[in-house]
């Protein structure tokens, strides 16, 4: 296997740390290497050292001959004057990209919504991440680095650019190194795992699961790892063999290596005390969204677009209303633990506004329990507007001194040290925390508010993967009913219970998970592109924007939605609130059931071997939940398919 770039006795020094010591290391050809470490470590410099834009004070990085070598950098170098079309493609005829089924399948897959022609100065961050991306897959490299290429991304688009860097090369061709903190994006991507500590670079075989289990086992036979590091990672390889659909692609040895392992865990949470505790401080009313729509006042359509659009569509220049949600009726119980999905600008936000009493509805009734008391994590980390000159001792300080997790009391200070800051923190002011210690603090200080409805939006950015299994540990014990909105299906699928998914404008419950979801989006988006065929059949349209052919639709829901609706039987509002809320009640029947059949098993599992009367007592116990399980899950089905048609 040749040899692509060989660090050889590589030493790396700051003025206020030192980074690496003595490293020597090697990217072959064909490998796929993911990066992890703990936020500072250094994974963004050895990316630089690597990539031979950061001189390194000792050893030498060597490059073979004629290597093409691809670098996104956290901070992108485009144009902010030139289109969308020049920072991509350059100075490429159309002709001649256009002609390339690769390039346009990477500007359908990442771009399509954002207009060809607009000065990338005019986009938002997101778009801009986009723009870049799509800027460095069209270029042909013999190695491609890209640090943290899922940021800005959400679900659908991380999981088409992990399947364009799995079919980008021939196996045992190219290399491809990324730094990111999505750990399913690791998983589905990566081949060989590089941990980033203590001036070290230490290698791991295997995606993200077979390098947390080979750092468990390390540690188990180093004896060097803390009781509760241990803890917390016997806990990810519980939810790595226990959990989601995701897993069980996952190579058998590696599963039943990991089971060996939490052979005597308990289970990630404990579902049914803390609904008993979450009723005690909620009741037994949350949050009814019933029959819920939002619109907004939106510019009408102009242009080539709106010489196209719809009879009746508002005169140019006119404002007409944008409808974000539709009908929604959503019923959340005291410790529902649910996640939201949906593409970027699909309405995720407004109906957090929605939920909390922020925004009213255009239509439709929100009630919110007498006893609801909310805790929010924004993305924008505005609740620390007023204390950024405060010291971290000084916060703490206008707290309780003690406070319950799992069982136990505690102080806010021990909790900020198990959010990874040390005691010599405490007096540093908020304004000089970098943005992931300010998110690990906003996340404290909502939860020392004791809210019994904690509301997340992207709690995950700016965390290394150790700080989000901490995260990820302490919502495990916190009693009360959450809401997650995350483009980290890993983080979504271990902290939920169920997802649900916003489809245009239309809220679904996705019992699959991501996987559902995103089948979902590949569903409507080719009903609206046999609907556009149709039309185009019968008459000619205007030319489309460059490099849309055949993308997947940014809002194409109209089509699609009107195709899955033209069979659907009419119901009534006041049938199909019924239906929604029975469904509502059957998915709580079925957490509770599951719950007793969990600990049926349990029961079974720990029964005298020997004893062949309890065994037969214990396999019937479990026959009889897993039955009456399957009853309402064939109950649940039927009141889908009524509802959906």
């Known amino acids: 296997m040749a040899i692509l770039i060989g660090c050889d006795s590589m030493g790396l020094e700051y003025p206020t740390r030192h980074v690496f010591d003595a490293v020597t290391l090697g990217v072959n050809e064909g490998d796929r290497i993911g990066i992890v470490g703990r936020n500072g470590d250094g994974k963004s410099s050895l990316l630089g050292v690597l990539a031979r834009t950061v001189e390194p004070d000792q050893g030498r990085v060597t490059w073979r001959r004629d290597l093409a070598v691809g670098v996104l950098g956290q901070t992108d170098a485009l144009d902010p004057a030139r289109s969308v079309g020049e920072n991509v493609v350059g100075g490429m005829p159309e002709y001649e990209w256009a002609a390339s089924a690769r390039i346009r399948g990477i500007i359908a897959g990442l771009i399509a919504d954002v207009p060809w022609d607009a000065p990338v100065g005019t986009l938002s961050g997101g778009q801009r991440r986009r723009v870049d991306l799509a800027r460095l897959l069209i270029g042909t490299w013999d190695v491609l680095m890209l640090d943290e290429p899922t940021n800005h991304l959400d679900v659908r688009a991380i999981a088409w650019l992990a399947r364009h860097l799995k079919s980008r090369w021939q196996p045992g061709q190219g290399a491809l190194l990324v730094v990111t903190h999505d750990r399913w994006f690791l998983d589905e991507v990566c081949e060989h795992m590089w941990e980033v500590h203590d001036g070290r670079v230490e290698p791991f075989e295997g995606g993200y699961s077979a390098y947390i289990l080979q750092r468990v086992e390390r540690d188990r036979q180093a004896a060097v790892a803390e009781q509760r590091r241990q803890n917390m990672i016997r806990k990810e390889l519980a939810w790595l063999s226990r959990g989601a659909q995701a897993r069980s692609t996952k190579a058998k040895f590696r599963v039943d290596a990991a089971r060996e392992l939490i052979a005597d865990e308990p289970p990630v949470r404990n579902t049914l005390e803390l609904k008993r505790l979450a009723v005690a401080r909620l009741g037994k009313q949350v949050i009814d969204l019933e029959n819920v729509s939002v619109s907004f006042d939106a510019p009408a359509a102009s242009g080539v677009g709106a ?88 916060i703490l300080s206008r707290y309780k001194r003690t406070y319950v997790v ?210 037969e007592d214990g396999q019937a116990k479990v026959d009889a939940a897993q039955e009456a399980l399957d009853e309402l899950e064939t109950e649940w089905l039927e009141l889908s398919e009524t509802l959906e048609g």
């Open 307 to 394: 010489a196209a659009g719809a009879e009746g569509a508002a005169p140019a220049g006119e404002r007409a209303p944008r409808e974000v949600l539709r009908d929604i009726t959503w019923l959340i119980g005291p410790g529902d633990r649910f996640g939201v999905l949906g593409e970027n600008g699909a309405g995720k936000s407004t109906l957090l506004s929605v939920l909390e009493g922020v925004l009213a509805p255009t239509r439709g009734r929100v009630k919110i329990g007498q006893t609801v008391k909310f805790g929010t994590l924004s993305q924008q980390l505005t609740e620390l507007a007023p204390v950024m000159d405060d010291t971290l001792r000084e």
């Open 406 to 615: 799992d069982g136990k009391e505690t102080s806010p200070e021990k909790l900020l040290e198990r959010l990874g800051f040390t005691r010599e923190q405490l007096l540093s002011r908020v304004r000089d925390l970098s943005g992931g210690q300010r998110r690990r603090l906003q996340l404290l200080l909502t939860i020392l508010a004791e809210p019994n409805v904690l509301i997340l939006d992207e709690p995950g950015n700016d965390l290394d993967t150790d700080m989000l299994a901490i995260v990820e540990d302490l919502l495990d014990g916190w009693p009360g009913t959450l809401i997650l909105v995350s483009h980290d299906r890993y983080l979504m699928e271990r902290v939920t219970d169920h997802q649900y998914a916003l489809i245009d404008g239309h809220l679904r419950h996705v019992p699959g998970g991501v996987d559902e979801y995103l089948r979902l989006l590949d569903e409507r988006d080719a009903a609206a592109r046999d609907a556009a065929a149709g039309k185009k059949s019968d008459s000619a349209g205007p030319r489309t924007a460059p490099g849309t052919a055949g993308a997947p639709a940014g809002s194409g829901g109209a089509a699609g939605a009107s195709g899955a609706g033209a069979s659907r039987p009419q119901l009534s509002r006041q049938e199909e609130y019924r239906l929604k809320k029975q469904l509502a009640s059957v998915e709580r029947k079925m957490q509770t059931q599951r719950g007793r059949l969990e600990a049926a098993r349990a029961e079974l599992a720990a029964a005298d071997p020997t004893n062949y009367q309890a065994l």
